[in-house]
């Protein structure tokens, strides 16, 4: 299996989620079943099948969790020395050359990715424009919104 880099801020809150399904969903779902089941006739009780759901949902998110912390990759990006090319885990100021706005994005793993929070996917178009290239250097993006210039104007390892 390939492996999945994620920074170390990543890594914890899939620890967190996986802990929390774990020790509290799991528990809460399995009551609500036992407390459907006490109701009666289960081939028409709406209760037990919506717990009998969640109950799958529930287990199918655990295995997918444990298979990307068995699979991951955790990258310090404090401790990378990439000679200010960009990079998994690096913090890049951008400067939108049509519009002249400037944005601060990190460059993390899938699931953590979080626009709001300046936080892009690895494997979204600006990332895979921006990987490889060092500060001065222009990123043509083919974006769904249509195709944009940034200018890097600096790369940082935080």
Excluded: C, W
């Excluded at 287990?59 to 990006?77: H, N, S, T, V, Y």
Aim: charged fraction near 30%; hydrophobic fraction near 40%; charge should be negative.
């Amino acid at each position: 299996m390939a492996t999945i880099p994620l920074t170390r801020r990543g890594a914890d809150k899939l620890k967190d989620e996986l802990q929390r399904l774990k020790s509290v969903e799991r528990h809460a779902v399995i009551q609500a079943i036992a407390e459907a089941r006490a109701q009666g006739d289960l081939s028409e009780n709406a209760e037990y099948e919506a717990a009998k759901d969640k109950q799958g949902f529930i287990e199918g998110r655990i295995l997918e969790i444990e298979a990307k912390l068995a699979a991951a990759q955790i990258i310090e990006p404090s401790s990378l020395n990439a000679d200010g090319r960009v990079v998994f885990g690096a913090t890049v100021d951008l400067e939108d050359e049509s519009a002249g706005a400037k944005v601060t994005y990190q460059i993390v793993g899938d699931d953590e990715a979080d626009l709001k929070l300046g936080l892009i996917s690895i494997s979204s178009p600006i990332a895979r424009a921006l990987i490889g290239k060092n500060e001065g250097d222009i990123a043509e993006v083919n974006a769904p919104g249509g195709a944009r210039s940034y200018e890097i104007m600096a790369v940082r390892y935080v």
